[in-house]
Protein backbone atom coordinates (compact mmCIF):
# COMPACT_ATOMS: atom_id res chain seq x y z
CA UNK A 1 0.00 0.00 0.00
CA UNK A 2 1.33 3.53 -0.90
CA UNK A 3 -0.33 6.56 0.86
CA UNK A 4 -1.10 9.83 -1.32
CA UNK A 5 -0.77 13.11 -0.43
CA UNK A 6 -4.32 12.91 0.54
CA UNK A 7 -3.90 10.55 3.09
CA UNK A 8 -5.35 7.77 1.69
CA UNK A 9 -3.79 4.16 0.42
CA UNK A 10 -3.81 2.58 -3.12
CA UNK A 11 -2.89 -0.33 -4.11
CA UNK A 12 0.56 -1.21 -6.32
CA UNK A 13 0.00 -2.89 -9.30
CA UNK A 14 3.02 -5.72 -8.18
CA UNK A 15 2.28 -6.83 -12.21
CA UNK A 16 3.44 -3.50 -13.90
CA UNK A 17 6.22 -2.83 -10.63
CA UNK A 18 7.47 -5.67 -11.86
CA UNK A 19 7.78 -4.94 -15.48
CA UNK A 20 9.20 -1.45 -14.60
CA UNK A 21 12.14 -3.24 -12.55
CA UNK A 22 12.58 -6.08 -15.51
CA UNK A 23 12.91 -3.18 -17.93
CA UNK A 24 14.83 -1.20 -15.99
CA UNK A 25 17.45 -3.84 -14.80
CA UNK A 26 17.88 -4.37 -18.54
CA UNK A 27 18.61 -0.77 -19.87
CA UNK A 28 21.04 -0.45 -17.00
CA UNK A 29 22.78 -3.71 -18.18
CA UNK A 30 22.70 -2.89 -22.07
CA UNK A 31 24.13 0.32 -20.54
CA UNK A 32 27.39 -1.24 -19.20
CA UNK A 33 27.60 -3.93 -22.48
CA UNK A 34 27.30 -0.77 -24.65
CA UNK A 35 30.14 1.31 -22.79
CA UNK A 36 31.88 -1.95 -21.38
CA UNK A 37 32.02 -3.81 -24.60
CA UNK A 38 30.67 -2.42 -27.47
CA UNK A 39 32.39 1.13 -27.81
CA UNK A 40 36.21 -0.60 -26.92
CA UNK A 41 35.74 -2.86 -29.72
CA UNK A 42 34.47 0.45 -32.15
CA UNK A 43 37.93 1.86 -31.09
CA UNK A 44 40.15 -0.87 -30.05
CA UNK A 45 39.11 -3.52 -33.11
CA UNK A 46 37.24 -1.35 -35.74
CA UNK A 47 33.80 -3.25 -35.08
CA UNK A 48 31.64 -0.51 -35.42
CA UNK A 49 29.05 -2.77 -35.88
CA UNK A 50 28.91 -3.92 -31.99
CA UNK A 51 28.16 -0.40 -31.74
CA UNK A 52 25.09 -0.45 -33.69
CA UNK A 53 23.72 -3.43 -32.59
CA UNK A 54 24.23 -2.71 -28.57
CA UNK A 55 23.07 1.06 -29.42
CA UNK A 56 20.01 -0.09 -30.92
CA UNK A 57 19.44 -2.52 -28.05
CA UNK A 58 20.28 0.03 -25.78
CA UNK A 59 18.22 3.25 -27.48
CA UNK A 60 14.86 0.87 -27.51
CA UNK A 61 15.21 -0.53 -23.82
CA UNK A 62 15.57 3.48 -22.88
CA UNK A 63 12.16 4.43 -24.54
CA UNK A 64 10.66 1.78 -23.32
CA UNK A 65 11.91 2.21 -19.82
CA UNK A 66 11.07 6.11 -20.18
CA UNK A 67 7.51 5.03 -21.73
CA UNK A 68 7.04 2.50 -18.67
CA UNK A 69 7.96 4.91 -16.12
CA UNK A 70 5.04 7.81 -17.94
CA UNK A 71 2.80 5.32 -17.64
CA UNK A 72 3.87 4.24 -14.11
CA UNK A 73 2.47 7.18 -12.22
CA UNK A 74 -1.30 5.59 -12.77
CA UNK A 75 -0.25 2.35 -12.87
CA UNK A 76 1.53 1.45 -10.10
CA UNK A 77 1.07 4.64 -9.12
CA UNK A 78 4.29 6.74 -8.11
CA UNK A 79 4.77 10.24 -8.00
CA UNK A 80 5.47 12.56 -11.65
CA UNK A 81 8.62 13.24 -9.78
CA UNK A 82 9.48 9.83 -8.84
CA UNK A 83 9.18 8.86 -12.53
CA UNK A 84 10.93 12.06 -14.05
CA UNK A 85 14.26 10.59 -11.68
CA UNK A 86 14.04 7.50 -13.06
CA UNK A 87 14.27 8.69 -16.88
CA UNK A 88 16.82 10.85 -15.28
CA UNK A 89 18.66 8.03 -13.82
CA UNK A 90 18.47 5.95 -16.99
CA UNK A 91 21.22 8.43 -18.84
CA UNK A 92 23.75 7.51 -15.71
CA UNK A 93 25.65 4.40 -15.82
CA UNK A 94 24.31 2.26 -12.57
CA UNK A 95 21.54 4.85 -12.37
CA UNK A 96 18.93 2.31 -12.82
CA UNK A 97 19.91 -0.08 -10.48
CA UNK A 98 20.23 2.82 -7.56
CA UNK A 99 16.84 4.28 -8.81
CA UNK A 100 15.73 0.63 -8.46
CA UNK A 101 15.95 0.94 -5.13
CA UNK A 102 13.62 3.67 -4.74
CA UNK A 103 10.78 2.45 -6.27
CA UNK A 104 8.02 1.39 -4.15
CA UNK A 105 8.19 -2.45 -3.38
CA UNK A 106 5.45 -4.71 -4.09
CA UNK A 107 2.35 -5.59 -1.93
CA UNK A 108 3.24 -9.25 -0.93
CA UNK A 109 6.74 -8.07 0.45
Known sequence: MIK?????????????????RCVGFLEGVST??????????KYMAG?????????SIHGFLFVGLALLLMLA??????????????ILAAMIPFGPFVY????????GE
Do not use: H, Q
Open 4 to 20: STSGETANINDAFLNTV
Open 32 to 41: LILFGIAMPL
Open 47 to 55: MPLAVRIAG
Open 73 to 86: ITRIPISKGLAFTG
Open 100 to 107: DRWLPRSS
